[in-house]
RNA sequence: GGCCCGUUCGUCUAGGGGUUAGGACGCCAGGUUUUCAUCCUGGUAGCAGGGGUUCAAAUCCCCUACGGGCUACCA
């Protein structure tokens, strides 16, 4: 391998709608591996298919990246030497060498109708055979080979479209791509076809823009999914061709759906239940919105380091990844070969083990960023809400869904009330607040100390007061510490939630 | 159909000739906790099948099955 400073890597997306979660995993391998040989992580924009742009969608891959924390070195979104990063500023560079390519015989012009070719196929399907544009069958067709010079002028006159495709070599061979995580593949250039170079309408394919591209933006190692393994020695071809040196090839394990057969794909998100992309997404065209992860509460740290391990392995048995820490232990050699069903429920515990090592500032910061309009709590106050909540929820807006942090129920849970209450819990909650209303200082430590020492006058238990208390306060049975909380309330919403809370249960008990 | 890639608990994976096949998610049970949750402990469950090679195969080879991808003037 070549010195590690000369490591750049690029992710390539086409701006054809929102950037979906395979899409960043392989944003990200491609980032951690230019951080984790001090290379450069470039983003290129490859918009080559005109009927497919989606307005809107380049703007969303700079802001998913961004969100992710994949900071891009070179390209679009930052800056560098070797642009345009946009492939249709490229026009002129791809004419410049496929007209090289002509010259040497490894490309042709084809005039071929696309209705022809799908005749000839299905008659040959037909017969059982497989009919392809390729070295057996190109001096049939209507292309630069088989016509004049003279010929060709006068259809190029007429302006029939034409397109330029790539001469196979006529003498079959064995190309051999030496993939980083797949080891050796081989495939023979029999089984492969006169591949479309350019389009009729001037733009290049995929194929095509990506080599050139690539070996003008001396990109070193190429990253990306496995769907490309079939068309890579195409591209060896292509690099020998143009007597360029490839770069190195890796190509990732997919990305499954969760149920079912099948890559994951981005419709299966909101049927199943979880979001597919990094970022919500609105469709310019049909107004249908697609749930992302960042408006679902994940953390853009959870999301990576669920995205890394889905395909990668440290070795050991670490898990839980920061972003740095994944630079550090990151490479190509332990990615997985096989394709990875996505589980939802693994990306929620990833989520609950980075929110729980947040600081419960940063916490509060979020929870303040992002209370319902109205509330308007101050920064301790969210603070006291981060310490009571952590550690019972999965995703902060969860901490919104308990209403009762900041709303007197409505409703008491009527399984628990008539479990809980008994003769005497009316009057037990009286003594009790008796002995809160007196309370000087009304802070938790102050409330669980007249708390405990009510029970051990009454000589009764915990439960027998707690729990009502709790009820009464929040409706519910379960939640955090009721001496953080009723202090965090205060005294009078404390009282106020009691009497409320006494008169629910009193119609519960009448009906 | 053709070509290519793959296959270890339900899921993500470790393990690459000799292991009680390890971990994580999920699920179940117990403990801690005023409740819920966290946390801790334990349990559950797997080498796709068949042939070889070998003293010995999850591991190497072959076949089959299954899964996946590609097979566009889309990327």
Redesign the pocket.
């Known amino acids: 391998m070549s010195a590690s400073s000369d490591v750049r890597v690029r992710f390539?997306?086409?701006p054809?709608g929102p950037l979906h979660m395979g899409g960043v995993r392989t944003a990200l391998y491609n980032y951690l591996f230019a951080r984790r040989h001090g290379g450069k992580f470039l983003l290129r924009i490859?918009?080559?298919?005109q009927?497919?742009f989606v307005p809107g969608a380049e703007d969303y891959i700079l802001e998913a990246l961004n969100w992710c924390g994949l900071k891009v070195d070179e390209g679009v979104g930052a800056s560098g030497d070797l642009g345009p990063y946009r492939?249709s500023e490229r026009t002129a560079i791809y004419a410049q060498h496929i007209g090289s390519l002509m010259e040497s015989g490894w490309a042709y012009k084809?005039?071929?109708?696309?209705e022809e070719?799908e005749a000839l196929?299905k008659s040959a399907?037909a017969e059982?055979?497989?009919w392809?544009?390729d070295a057996s069958t190109r001096m049939g067709m209507r292309n630069s080979l088989t016509l004049s010079p003279q010929e060709v002028a006068s259809l190029e006159a007429e302006g029939v479209?034409?397109?330029i495709r790539f001469r196979m070599p006529e003498e079959p061979r064995d190309v051999v791509i030496d993939?980083l995580v797949?080891?050796?593949?081989?495939?023979?250039t029999r089984?492969l076809?006169d591949?479309?170079l350019m389009?009729?309408?001037g733009?290049?394919?995929?194929?095509f823009?990506?080599v050139v591209d690539d070996h003008l933006m001396a990109i070193s190692h190429v990253i990306r999914?496995?769907?490309?393994?079939?068309?890579a020695p195409l591209h060896a071809l292509l690099y020998e061709a143009f007597g360029w040196t490839a770069p190195r090839f890796a190509?990732l394990?997919?990305i499954?759906k969760?149920t079912?057969?099948?890559?994951l794909?981005k419709r299966d998100g909101d049927q199943g239940g979880f979001p597919v992309f990094p970022l919500e997404w609105k469709d310019p065209a049909t107004g249908h919105a697609s749930s992302g992860y960042r408006e679902s509460g994940y953390l853009p740290e959870a999301f990576t380091n669920m995205l890394l391990?889905?395909?990668?392995?440290p070795?050991?048995?670490q898990?839980v990844f920061r972003l740095a820490d994944a630079v550090e232990a990151f490479d190509l050699d332990?990615v997985?070969?096989?394709?990875?069903?996505?589980?939802p429920?693994?990306a929620?515990?990833f989520n609950?083990?980075h929110l729980?090592s947040l600081p419960l500032d940063a916490v509060a910061a979020q929870l303040h960023a992002t209370q319902p309009t109205g509330l308007n709590w101050d920064l301790q106050a969210c603070h006291d809400v981060a310490d009571m909540m952590l550690?019972?929820?999965s995703f902060l807006s969860e901490v919104w869904e308990a209403r009762w942090l900041f709303e007197r129920p409505k409703s008491l849970d009527a399984k628990l009330v008539r479990k809980r209450w008994k003769a005497d819990t009316d009057e037990l909650i009286d003594g009790l607040m008796e002995q809160l209303d007196a309370l000087e200082s009304f802070d938790s430590a102050s409330i669980?100390t007249a708390f405990k020492a009510y029970l051990e006058d009454r000589g009764v238990g915990?439960?027998s007061v707690?729990?009502p208390?709790?009820i009464l306060l929040t409706g519910?049975?379960?939640?955090?510490?009721?001496?953080?909380f009723a202090a965090f309330i205060g005294k009078e919403e404390t009282r106020q939630r009691v009497t409320a809370g006494k008169s629910l249960v009193q119609s519960m008990q009448s009906e």
């Open positions: 390539a997306p086409s054809t490859e918009d080559t298919d009927k497919r492939q084809a005039f071929d109708a696309a070719m196929r399907e059982g055979r497989v392809q544009y479209p034409a397109v993939d797949r080891g050796k593949v081989q495939i023979s089984v076809d591949k479309v389009k009729a309408d733009l290049p394919t995929y194929h823009a990506n999914g496995e769907e490309w393994l079939p068309s190509h394990p997919l499954l969760p079912g057969n099948g890559k794909s391990l889905l395909g990668w392995n070795g050991n048995e898990e332990r997985v070969k096989s394709g990875a069903r996505f589980n429920d693994k929620k515990w609950e083990q729980r550690e019972r929820v669980e915990f439960g707690l729990l208390f709790r519910e049975g379960g939640g955090p510490s009721m001496f953080a």
